[in-house]
């Protein structure tokens, strides 16, 4: 019995050091992409390779190879930035407002998922916060126009996946164990200002 649990579990190592793998070459794929779509031509020759590179032989390799979490974050935060650059590169360039829109969903979807994995995939939020922030002297001079609103309705959208992959699992997380009806005692975390199971993890844990 005790061998068969042994066996099970070199797999389950085994394939999530597959799958971390798999994820890590194709977020440097991704990235490789990424830079060939934002910079300026002349500089698409080296500089996305030059990063790929990097992004290789960086340190942080060892744990984008190790069953972890680590890789496919990375991959989604570089597959979400790479949909958010093509929702900005197709503007003004005659392709269709759906397609636009799709891909800031998209981004939105890839940023909430990658929050799911490591609560700090939050912050990737910013540029579409930022998105957002761009338009307000236009909303505060009632200058806009249909598109712009509805530029700005898509983002908010996007940025709503996000912030609901963040607050999600802290209800749910909060509801289970903090809750003071069952009896049982609650976790030290539930009594602070801002109850956060994340920082709680973070500092206990580790």
């Given at each position: 019995?005790?061998?068969?649990?042994?066996?099970?579990?070199?797999?389950?190592?085994?394939?999530?050091?597959?799958?971390?793998?798999?994820?890590?070459?194709?977020?440097?794929?991704?990235?490789?992409?990424?830079?060939?779509?934002?910079?300026?031509?002349?500089?698409?020759?080296?500089?996305?390779?030059?990063?790929?590179?990097?992004?290789?032989?960086?340190?942080?390799?060892?744990?984008?190879?190790?069953?972890?979490?680590?890789?496919?974050f990375s991959l989604l935060n570089f597959v979400g930035m790479l949909f958010y650059a093509q929702s900005r590169a197709s503007v003004g360039t005659g392709m269709s407002s759906i397609q636009e829109d799709l891909q800031k969903l998209g981004s939105g979807l890839c940023f909430a998922a990658a929050t799911l994995m490591r609560s700090n995939g939050l912050l990737s939020g910013v540029i579409l916060l930022y998105d957002v922030a761009r338009y307000m002297p236009l909303v505060l001079s009632a200058q806009l126009s249909m598109r712009d609103l509805r530029r700005i309705t898509v983002t908010c959208v996007a940025g709503s996946l996000i912030a609901l992959a963040f607050v999600g699992p802290q209800v749910l997380a909060y509801a289970e164990f903090c809750d003071r009806e069952q009896g049982s005692?609650?976790?030290?975390?539930?009594?602070?200002?801002?109850?956060?199971?994340?920082?709680w993890v973070q500092s206990y844990y580790w």
């Open positions: 019995m005790a061998g068969n649990t042994q066996a099970s579990l070199h797999y389950y190592v085994l394939a999530g050091i597959i799958l971390s793998s798999v994820c890590h070459l194709l977020s440097v794929l991704v990235l490789y992409r990424l830079l060939t779509l934002v910079l300026e031509p002349q500089r698409r020759q080296i500089i996305p390779f030059i990063a790929a590179v990097l992004h290789i032989l960086t340190p942080a390799s060892l744990f984008m190879c190790a069953p972890y979490a680590e890789a496919m005692g609650t976790r030290p975390w539930c009594d602070k200002s801002f109850p956060s199971i994340y920082s």
